[in-house]
């Protein structure tokens, strides 16, 4: 009893993919066809009928005839669970889904912009509009106040700066991390309303209307510089033909 209580334990922890002694990982991969040795299995039809509890000499029988593989899913259920799949099939869709993903995936980009207490007007604007054009993007900006001499002991001189710089860009993004002290500098974090995919599909939109309209204006210069030089003959003759008729004593 104690020797197939040992084994049905080891058993589990191979079906968790751990090693029996280490405790560590041993493969991600799932068991098919021979590799499945359970007496019995709970069959899942290829598509995804629930077919029953059979034995799994059946199961893979079942495999063979309609060219396909045994597959088992969910290894803790008890019985575990198999299905019929065409494994090449499944493993090629999983690792297309994967490489979508990661290419779907928007890493987390902090941007930083410096700031003096005592900036001047035109210089914020400047920093501004970089920390405007930042957060559009998607991405979080880190703005940092830095102090020198006396203006340590003015800390409040920092703060409102950069509470006027949060307020002015509220539309864009919010204040993630609040206004903090960090030895000569006063550092506050903005992050954007928008994640950096919707960012960028907005980008993608805008540039795609500016395009649209740019071609629109090219096709409507070039309508109408085809009509003045069709119109061009025509108009001149008219021209010219009033001009004989302007002196009046002529038509005497």
Known sequence: MASAWT????RQRIDRHIHPSTGGPISTELRINDRIRVQEVRLVGPSGETVGIVPTADALRLAQEADLDLVEIAPMARPPVCKLMDYGKFKYENAQKAREARRNQTNVIIKEMKLRPKIDAHDYETKKGHVVRFLKAGDKVKITIMFRGREQHRPELGFRLLQRLAEDVTELGFV???PKQDGRNMIMVLGPHKKKAEAKADYLVQKAEKEAEREAVVEYEKAER???HAAGPV?????RGRSENLDPEIEA
């Open 235 to 239: 108009a001149a003759k008219k021209e």
């Open 176 to 178: 993630e991390s609040s």
């Open 7 to 10: 084994d049905d334990i080891v």
């Open 226 to 228: 085809d009509a003045a």
